[in-house]
């Protein structure tokens, strides 16, 4: 369960991503007057089993039941986790297409809806769903090479807004708009592709919101469905509200861009 909008006095649209046909989207009627009829299969994230009926020539399908079968309720009542859940509702409902099949995606979903209410931090969470959900559709940047120019990227390397990750000559020629990729940040990018989510938790400040990695993982989404996504702002307001704001988690000193690598001051 994605999401459900109002539709008229007693109807409701719903949103699902199916294991087998993508998104779909229908109208449950007089749910929003019976939501008893419908138990928690109404709570975003809740797993349930759905029958439809197609209508030919409409977007909207008839949802006919709708049965609640495993539900994430009980973490989504801390702030941060439901203001993460909303980002993955949001960015799955953006990147599925609507009737197509996209198995992985739903099976992506759920291995990190396990992963959150079993411990793993939000922010982690987040960022590797968003890595996950670029690998899966053919757009996650290359890590090794330069994507400017081609070479091998060494040690110190740069977060392009509209290149991915770059090397510090083609990072110069981007000027203010590059950012350094931290050590950590990189290491994340390697472990998120080889290790289970449940081997991830270290990575709690490389995940931080405002971070080279997220210019890096949601911007290439954003970029790709060409709008930003709302659901990131209730997330920082969620995690500022809890004092881990990415504000408190400065970045070394000994990080920051110097000499001739430097294609811009990171900090003024
Ligand atoms: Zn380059």
Redesign the pocket.
């Known amino acids: 369960m994605l999401g459900t909008h109002q539709l008229g006095e007693t109807d409701l649209i719903v949103t699902l991503l199916t294991a087998r046909t993508g998104t779909v989207r229908g109208v449950a009627r007089a749910a929003r007057r019976s939501r008893k009829r419908f138990g928690g299969a109404l709570e975003p994230m809740t797993r349930v089993a759905a029958e439809w009926s197609e209508r030919s020539g409409r977007d909207l399908h008839r949802i006919d039941t709708l049965e609640a079968r495993r539900s994430f309720a009980g973490m989504q009542a801390e702030p941060v986790h439901q203001a993460a859940c909303a980002i993955l509702c949001e960015v799955a409902g953006a990147m599925v297409r609507e009737g197509e099949s996209d198995h992985a995606m739903f099976r992506l979903l759920a291995a990190v809806l396990e992963a959150l209410e079993a411990g793993m931090p939000p922010e982690v969470a987040v960022r590797y769903f968003e890595l996950w959900t670029l690998k899966l559709h053919g757009l996650l940047p290359e890590i090794r090479r330069?994507n400017?120019?081609g070479?091998d990227l060494g040690e110190r390397c740069w977060v392009s807004a509209d290149e991915g990750l770059?090397?510090p000559?083609?990072a110069r020629s981007e000027g203010r708009s590059a950012r350094l990729l931290h050590k950590g940040e990189r290491a994340f990018l390697v472990d998120a592709i080889r290790r289970p989510p449940a081997e991830l938790a270290d990575h709690r400040e490389a995940s931080r919101p405002g971070g080279a990695l997220e210019l890096l993982l949601r911007g290439t989404l954003q970029a790709f469905v060409e709008r930003g996504f709302r659901s990131y702002r209730h997330f920082d307001a969620a995690l500022r509200a809890l004092g881990t704001s990415p504000n408190n988690l400065g970045t070394s000193p000994n990080n920051q861009p110097t000499g001739d690598d430097a294609p811009a001051e990171e900090t003024p």
């Open positions: 330069c400017g120019c070479v770059v090397c000559g083609c």
